[in-house]
């Protein structure tokens, strides 16, 4: 069965701390392993896309990593900011027709 | 560019009544996926759909809930005689052709069963 875990499913940091998210999934062979960021009423924003013959991705203060062997992914927001309070999903593709979510992070950055 | 639109962004409905989800993807784009978010859940894969035809409907269940992706117009997300279970956010999704990993969401459809 291909599940999607993230803990914690809920964190606070203070302002201009680094941000440590995980995602972990069953199956080790996925395809890719994407971020996405959701704010509450809105939609999905993809953040960031690994495949799996990479190590890491990076866009600005973000940085995702994934290890297939240990079926685990990491996201890392450098200095964070009171604007990267959201949820932010891990998404697993398989090759199938879906992506497989995670229940998310919900992230406060407090000022 | 337009994103992928949903309409409507909330509906209620009281059980037993029907409901109707719209969505319109992304110009250019002729892949459709639906998805389903239960309160504290994540999101759950429900159909793939490209224009006139189901590819993938083994998230969906069985009874009340269909699905259809016409050859003008929005795809249609479809539930009869709606449960207090059915509540969720209902989003929409669409790629272009064959990049099943590359999809763009939209807003979402806040379901509420009275």
């Known amino acids: 069965k291909q599940e999607v875990t993230q803990i914690p499913a809920a964190l606070s940091v203070p302002e201009g701390e680094n941000l440590v998210l995980n995602c972990s999934f069953t199956?080790?062979?996925?395809?890719?392993l994407q971020w996405f960021r959701q704010d509450p009423g809105k939609g999905l924003t993809s953040l960031l896309l690994i495949q799996s013959s990479q190590r890491e991705q990076t866009s600005g203060r973000l940085n995702a990593s994934l290890d297939k062997s240990s079926g685990r992914s990491t996201l890392y927001i450098a200095a964070s900011q009171p604007g990267d309070s959201a949820t932010y999903l891990c998404?697993?593709?398989?090759?199938?027709?879906?992506?497989?979510f995670g229940k998310g992070n919900q992230v406060v950055v407090i000022p | 560019n337009a994103g992928v639109m949903q309409n409507p962004r909330h509906l209620v409905r009281r059980r037993g009544q029907e409901a109707r989800l719209r969505c319109s993807p992304m110009k250019g784009h002729s892949h459709v996926y639906w998805y389903r978010q239960l309160p504290e859940e994540g999101l759950k894969f429900m159909v793939y759909?490209?224009?006139?035809?189901?590819?993938?409907e083994s998230g969906m269940p069985k009874e009340r809930f269909s699905a259809e992706f016409p050859k003008e117009g929005p795809s249609i997300l479809r539930i009869q005689q709606v449960v207090r279970g059915d509540s969720a956010a209902y989003f929409c999704a669409s790629s272009p052709s064959g990049i099943v990993e590359t999809q763009y969401f939209g807003p979402g459809t806040r379901l509420l069963v009275l």
């Open positions: 199956d080790s062979a996925i395809y890719n």
């Open positions: 998404a697993a593709f398989y090759g199938n027709n879906r992506l497989a």
């Open positions: 759909l490209q224009k006139e035809n189901i590819i993938d």
